[in-house]
């Protein structure tokens, strides 16, 4: 657990609870199409304004008990962006233009075809094109498109993003409304997800918005910095898609590289330079990592929950609880994954993280995906995620969640590290 304003784990108690951790390599991302972002029949939902992905400083707003949550609520129905693949306009190789359905000032935007070297070449994630939106030495325009968001609904943003490979590397700005957020990237097509909780009373729209943003290296005040999208996707939380290991495979179109990439990763991570896209392949082998121990914690059985040890998990007894999807004591719901999850408790300032020592091949940043809630109706605390001495903070809500932490160690050798929650 780490400290909120309403719950400090040096002295109150507070408690995260998880489910289903899953580890796999940014390589070996799944590719998410509109028609396979639908919720779980078994995942616990709310009709709250959940967050997921954002960062610890982004507003957020209370959301439901768990008493008014339910396992069968309808998926919410958002309008899909026009365009989002960047299909609709047809180039030779790549053209400044206004996509079809967006907005962009002209001579700023780019439509890019897979074929374009001069943007960084590759295949694009999805399709043939894809975009790219640039600063010329302080001139730029953002790429926006004004969205539909039905009243008390959180909207997450699903897409691929890179920056132009070659040219220095620019963090990118997703804005929705008022609210906005900033990832670094690299020069490899990634997958991310942004959450924004507007919180509007009634059925509204603002505006979505993408530009690039200063780094170390590129200022799009001053330099020429450019970020590229695709296949950008609209969801509810309620909606997201349950990930499998099995499922966890590389796309045969998506340039990946041997490099040290980072994906989720807050602006204050270190990180390290990717490979140029020279050195990129469309059909580099899946990496293969150790499978967690007993990540959907169903390898012990209790009646309705126990403080214990997880099987293959390392906790001080008596911190640590594994509880049954039947336990109102500890939130209630069912679980996300299977009959069990795992709790961590702080019980004033007396706590013990749960970790687990995975195995890291060399030169490979690692994913950690899984879900994750605030204890139901106790005072809600955040979630610390750490590998070996890289470390996260992840705002929660009291609804279970998909989230994802993207780690880069840049071992040289392969290696073992401490996975923490």
Same mark, same amino acid.
């Given at each position: 657990?780490?400290?909120?304003?309403?719950?400090?784990? %040096?002295?109150?108690?507070?408690?995260?609870? $998880?489910?289903?951790?899953?580890?796999?390599?940014?390589?070996?991302?799944?590719?998410?199409?509109?028609?396979?972002?639908?919720?779980?029949?078994?995942?616990?939902?709310?009709? +709250?304004?959940?967050?997921?992905?954002?960062?610890?400083?982004?507003?957020?707003?209370?959301?439901?008990?768990?008493?008014?949550?339910?396992?069968?609520?309808?998926? $919410?129905?958002?309008?899909?962006?026009?365009?989002?693949?960047?299909?609709?306009? =047809?180039?030779?190789?790549?053209?400044?233009?206004?996509?079809?359905?967006?907005?962009?000032? %002209?001579?700023?935007?780019? $439509?890019?075809? %897979?074929?374009?070297?001069?943007?960084?070449?590759?295949?694009?994630? @999805? &399709?043939?094109?894809?975009?790219? $939106?640039?600063?010329?030495?302080?001139?730029?325009?953002?790429?926006?498109?004004?969205?539909?968001?039905?009243?008390?609904?959180?909207?997450?943003?699903?897409?691929?993003?890179? !920056?132009?490979?070659?040219?220095?590397?620019?963090?990118?700005?997703?804005?929705? &409304?008022?609210?906005?957020?900033?990832?670094?990237?690299?020069?490899?097509?990634?997958?991310?997800?942004?959450?924004?909780?507007?919180? *509007? !009373?009634?059925?509204?729209?603002?505006?979505?918005?993408?530009?690039?943003?200063?780094?170390?290296?590129?200022?799009?005040?001053?330099?020429?910095?450019?970020?590229?999208?695709?296949?950008?996707?609209?969801? +509810?939380?309620?909606?997201?898609?349950?990930?499998?290991?099995?499922?966890?495979?590389?796309? /045969?179109?998506?340039? /990946?590289?041997? =490099?040290?990439?980072?994906?989720?990763?807050?602006?204050?991570?270190?990180?390290?330079?990717?490979?140029? !896209?020279?050195?990129?392949?469309?059909?580099?082998?899946?990496?293969?990592?150790?499978? #967690?121990?007993?990540?959907?914690?169903?390898?012990?059985?209790?009646?309705?929950?126990?403080?214990?040890?997880?099987?293959?998990?390392?906790?001080?007894? &008596?911190?640590?609880?594994?509880?049954?999807? @039947?336990?109102?004591?500890?939130?209630? &719901?069912?679980?996300?994954?299977?009959?069990?999850?795992?709790?961590?408790?702080? /019980?004033?300032?007396?706590?013990?993280?749960?970790?687990?020592?995975?195995?890291?091949?060399?030169?490979?940043?690692?994913?950690?995906?899984?879900?994750?809630?605030?204890?139901?109706?106790?005072?809600?605390?955040?979630?610390?995620?750490? #590998?070996? !001495?890289?470390?996260?903070?992840?705002?929660?809500?009291?609804?279970?969640?998909? *989230?994802?932490?993207?780690?880069?160690?840049?071992?040289?050798?392969?290696?073992?590290?401490?996975?923490?929650?």
């Amino acid at each position: 657990p780490y400290a909120t304003a309403t719950c400090n784990p %040096s002295k109150d108690d507070c408690t995260i609870e $998880i489910d289903k951790v899953v580890l796999t390599s940014p390589t070996n991302q799944p590719t998410l199409h509109p028609s396979s972002l639908q919720p779980t029949t078994n995942q616990p939902t709310s009709s +709250s304004i959940p967050s997921s992905q954002q960062t610890t400083n982004q507003p957020s707003s209370s959301s439901l008990p768990s008493s008014q949550q339910t396992t069968n609520q309808p998926t $919410i129905t958002l309008s899909a962006l026009t365009n989002g693949d960047f299909e609709a306009d =047809s180039v030779t190789d790549w053209n400044y233009m206004v996509p079809t359905g967006w907005q962009c000032a %002209s001579g700023k935007c780019v $439509i890019a075809s %897979s074929s374009s070297t001069s943007w960084g070449g590759g295949a694009a994630p @999805s &399709g043939n094109y894809y975009a790219a $939106i640039q600063s010329t030495w302080g001139s730029f325009s953002p790429l926006s498109q004004t969205i539909s968001i039905p009243a008390r609904v959180s909207i997450s943003v699903i897409l691929y993003a890179r !920056s132009r490979p070659i040219f220095s590397i620019v963090s990118m700005k997703v804005q929705l &409304g008022s609210l906005s957020m900033v990832q670094n990237l690299t020069q490899s097509w990634l997958l991310y997800a942004f959450t924004f909780q507007p919180a *509007y !009373s009634t059925n509204s729209t603002a505006n979505l918005t993408f530009a690039p943003y200063a780094t170390a290296t590129c200022n799009p005040s001053k330099d020429d910095c450019t970020i590229e999208i695709d296949k950008v996707v609209l969801t +509810s939380p309620t909606n997201q898609p349950t990930l499998h290991p099995s499922s966890l495979q590389p796309t /045969t179109n998506q340039p /990946t590289s041997s =490099s040290i990439p980072s994906s989720q990763q807050t602006t204050n991570q270190p990180s390290s330079s990717s490979l140029p !896209s020279s050195q990129q392949t469309t059909n580099q082998p899946t990496i293969t990592l150790s499978a #967690l121990t007993n990540g959907d914690f169903e390898a012990d059985s209790v009646t309705d929950w126990n403080y214990m040890v997880p099987t293959g998990w390392q906790c001080a007894s &008596g911190k640590c609880v594994i509880a049954s999807s @039947s336990s109102t004591s500890w939130g209630g &719901g069912a679980a996300p994954s299977g009959n069990y999850y795992a709790a961590i408790q702080s /019980t004033w300032g007396s706590f013990s993280p749960l970790s687990q020592t995975i195995s890291i091949p060399a030169r490979v940043s690692i994913s950690v995906i899984l879900y994750a809630r605030s204890r139901p109706i106790f005072s809600i605390v955040s979630m610390k995620v750490q #590998l070996g !001495s890289l470390s996260m903070v992840q705002n929660l809500t009291q609804s279970w969640l998909l *989230y994802a932490f993207t780690f880069q160690p840049a071992y040289s050798t392969n290696s073992t590290a401490n996975l923490t929650f």
